[in-house]
């Protein structure tokens, strides 16, 4: 066990068997017979809502069906035609709030079938047998950039490419995957999976990643545009907002996607800082997903403050539970006013208690202190706009503007995933904006389109 500071904050809390069981997966792989037990459960609905849920619109009837008949492979090539990024969707997809949340069994007052495991079943399975390859079309000396190798990035990509054109992703990272590799809770993607499935992506050929190039004032949009046939802009959202209150740059005090980032990249649990009272500022999947980890690194009190109800919380009834049964308190209608430090380190984190007044969020004048070793900032992420001056591309509340085709202010440009109005913050999303931008790309390079 590690020696507590004077501070609260300490590495290694727990022993190598606890990080171990605390970060594998979240959900186990289902084995062969449950998997066809599972699959035997769905009606195999003529018009599936499932389908209209996903947002890439999976044939999930027709993979559950090849599941039950004992053609996994089968199952992955259907998944993975409407979705190249199908396994980590089956690992992160909230699915209670999508495919799963309609499904018919729902109505009928039982479970719903397991549509992302039974889609985990049968995309591990051809990702280990090889048997599923995509194949490129004849080489039609288009070149397409493509700016940022998350998820949306990578389908569009894959989708360009086996059409035939070049691509080149040109990524500010040293990895690809975008929040694949250094984003999602590390017990929903385990054993390097983010980077076994871009090799995956990229194993179709036609696609190269150039690493450390940011769009910016090295690597102008315009230039971009000008020397490639089309532009695909993926950025994310790389900035966060900060919490604005007085404290908020003691040590101790932290954005939580960067801690998740270097949680992620870390090759020992145990080399990071722990806090024994942790506080976490808000109420999405970012804030569930720090609360959770940071308990699971062995700190003794979380409590994550939400500034209104459970109803308006970001986060889904399933991950809000996973939060609870973790041992994570969840306090609301209350916002942070001040952080208290000693000795330059964070000590407590002061409180207004909220109500909603005409429709408006207002203090009540009722405060009340919380004792905090760690703070974390989880209370949204915005484009970074810097990378985006002078090139004249229209914005709209700090996302990139686009119409269905997800086509910008601009000739040649399209953009998608959470960069753009209207982004999910959501991988599936993302994803399904990388294959829309993909087929609007190729019909304009084939004049087919605008
Ligand atoms: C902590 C956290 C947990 C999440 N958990 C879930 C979950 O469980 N389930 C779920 O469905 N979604 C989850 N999400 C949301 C999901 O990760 C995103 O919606 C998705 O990754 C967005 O994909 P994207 O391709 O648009 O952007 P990103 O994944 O952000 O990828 C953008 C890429 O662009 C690169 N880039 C940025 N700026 C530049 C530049 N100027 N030049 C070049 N490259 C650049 C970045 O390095 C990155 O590789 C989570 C998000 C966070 C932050
Ligand atoms: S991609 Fe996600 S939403 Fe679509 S079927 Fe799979 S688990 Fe459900």
Redesign the pocket.
Known sequence: MAEISTTGVAAGRLSAREYVDNFSDLHPPLAKNKARTEADRCYFCHDAPCMDACPTSIDIPLFIRQIAADTPDGAAETIFTSNILGGM?AR???TETLCEEVCVHVAQGNLPVKIGELQRYATDHAMTSGAVTFARAADTDKHVAI????????ACAHRLSQAGHKVTI????EK??????????AY?TTNDFAQSEVAFVLSIGGIDIEYG????AD?PLDDLAKNHDAVFL?????ATNGLGIAGDDLDGVKD??EY?AELRQADDLATLPVGQNVVVIGGG??AI??AVQIKRLGARNVTMVYRRGPEQMGASDFEQELALINGVTISHWAMPTAIIGDNGQVAAIDFERTQLEGGKLKGTGEAFTLAANQVFS?IG?VL?AS?LADSGLALEGRRITVNEDRKTSLGNVWA????VVG????????VD??NVAAAAINAFLTGKGE
């Open positions: 969707c992160v997809c909230p700016v940022g190798a998350g998820p949306a990035g990578l040109f990524e500010a990272n690809p995957g975008g929040l694949n590799e250094y984003g999602l809770a929903k190039k940011a769009l910016g690597l993926s950025l994310g959202l790389a939580a996607v998740i999947m970012t997903d720090i989880a992420q970074d990378s998608g995933g959470d960069c982004g999910q913050n959501l991988t599936v999303s993302s904006d990388g």
